[in-house]
């Protein structure tokens, strides 16, 4: 069996537990593998192409924003993957920083189950040329930069057009981001077994406009009409694309899923109430 190990923060307790982590895992015959940015930390092997898709886990440490990253790793190799949450809500992450090392006993011995989700695969392009392509694990946001005036958004399937936004930007999300950004800005929760999109208007100038919910085997077409005003393509939080104006963001469910672990037998709405306190 092989284990691999990836967090971003490189801070003493996150270091150090990534240290148990190894440790315990060489105790159980296990090879542990990490990320190349951790060399200076650790002897084990570095992870390449080849070696990740040998994985039998993949271990992000951190908070969602690191688990987000470690999926992006994780997304061609179809390597299931797990988190420990050293971040804030960790609404993502499996594991409680408290319970590691009885948590990998579970994970070696079998106890858990594998939950898959859908990602979104994008375009952009620009006068018919693509620029860039990637993957969302939670949501693709258009926003304009905050000092700039209001931007105005079309938004398609399968080239019916849904509405036109102005606004400060609009956020496609996943069911799984339906508790991030989405939510913030009003949108709905959605049951991650849902095979749903949300379109969610940021700070719309019209009050009726509302987010709508779409089947995610409809492909979208959304149409930045930036007025030479600064306006940003944000992916799950991090990857930051400068959009021009009439830019072209096309949007389909990815062929590829993502693998989660599941360590305990809590359902969606148990987890919503824990780290959100519902009160349910």
């Known amino acids: 069996m092989k284990v691999g190990i990836f967090f971003r923060k490189q801070i003493d307790k996150v270091i150090h537990v990534a240290d148990e982590i190894i440790n315990f895992l060489k105790q159980n015959n296990i090879s542990a593998c990490i990320d190349k940015d951790l060399k200076k930390y650790f002897n084990e092997p570095i992870i390449n192409d080849e070696i990740l898709k040998q994985l039998d886990f993949f271990i992000s440490i951190g908070g969602d924003g690191t688990f987000l990253e470690a999926a992006q790793i994780v997304m061609h190799s179809n390597t299931p993957l797990i988190g420990v949450n050293y971040g804030y809500t960790g609404f993502l992450t499996s594991i409680e920083k408290e319970e590691v090392l009885l948590s990998l006993e579970d994970l070696i011995n079998g106890k858990y189950k594998i939950e ?10 620009r006068n018919g040329e693509v620029l860039h392509t990637g993957f969302a694990v939670n949501d693709l946001v258009i926003q304009r930069e905050p000092l700039s005036k209001m931007i105005s958004i079309d938004v398609f399937s399968n ?9 400060d930007g609009i956020i496609i999300s996943t069911a799984t981001g339906s508790t991030a950004y989405s939510l913030s ?11 749903d999109v949300i379109i969610n208007p940021l700070c719309p100038h019209k009050l009726s406009s509302r987010c709508v919910v779409i089947p995610d085997s409809r492909a979208i077409s959304v149409t ?12 799950d939080g991090k990857s930051k694309i400068q959009l021009h104006d009439m830019d072209k963001l096309q949007i389909q469910k990815s062929k590829k899923d993502l693998k989660i672990i599941l360590l305990h037998e809590k359902n969606f709405f148990e987890i919503v109430n824990q780290k959100f306190q519902w009160g349910l």
């Open 116 to 125: 898959t989700r859908s990602v979104l695969s994008y375009e952009v392009t």
């Open 159 to 167: 080239n019916r057009r849904i509405s036109s936004f102005r606004g």
């Open 185 to 195: 800005a009003g949108g709905p929760i959605l049951d991650p077994e849902c095979h």
């Open 224 to 235: 930045a009409n930036c007025n030479m005003r600064p306006t940003l393509l944000i992916t």
